[in-house]
């Protein structure tokens, strides 16, 4: 089964920084499209940063020059460096992936995720 984990959420003052992992796990043949997203209190969830294969991301206007999305493909791993930050940064972030292959070991056919998720990581920002 595949599972995405996120991790480095916490409390930290305006202006500081943050810098969150998702990892992934379950004999990870292969990662489509990764992406944060962020849910602020009483809002909905909202497409952060997105990250191809190839490495070409997109950025919300909102965190565009403060916040920086990158992969470590042979980790399996999802990161968002985030600086500047504001209260309205507040909520929780989510590590989603598009579409997962994976390959069990004696396997010969891939098993396909669609539509992953981790279960998030509470970023609050406040003095």
């Known amino acids: 089964q595949v599972q995405l984990v996120e991790s480095g959420g916490g409390l930290v003052q305006p202006g500081e920084s943050l810098r969150l992992s998702c990892a992934a796990s379950?004999?990870?043949?292969?990662?489509?499209?990764m992406n944060w997203y962020r849910q602020a209190p009483g809002k909905q969830r909202e497409l952060v940063a997105s990250?191809?294969?190839?490495?070409?991301?997109n950025y919300a206007d909102s965190v565009k020059g403060r916040f920086t999305i990158s992969r470590d493909s042979a980790k399996n791993t999802l990161y968002l460096q985030m600086n500047s930050l504001k209260p309205e940064d507040t909520g929780v972030y989510f590590c989603?992936?598009?579409?997962?292959?994976?390959?069990?070991?004696?396997?010969?056919?891939?098993?396909?995720?669609?539509?992953?998720w981790g279960r998030g990581t509470l970023v609050t920002i406040s003095s």
């Open positions: 990250i191809k294969n190839g490495g070409s991301t």
């Open positions: 989603n992936a598009d579409r997962v292959d994976s390959l069990l070991p004696g396997d010969t056919v891939l098993s396909r995720y669609l539509d992953v």
């Open positions: 379950g004999n990870i043949f292969s990662i489509n499209v």
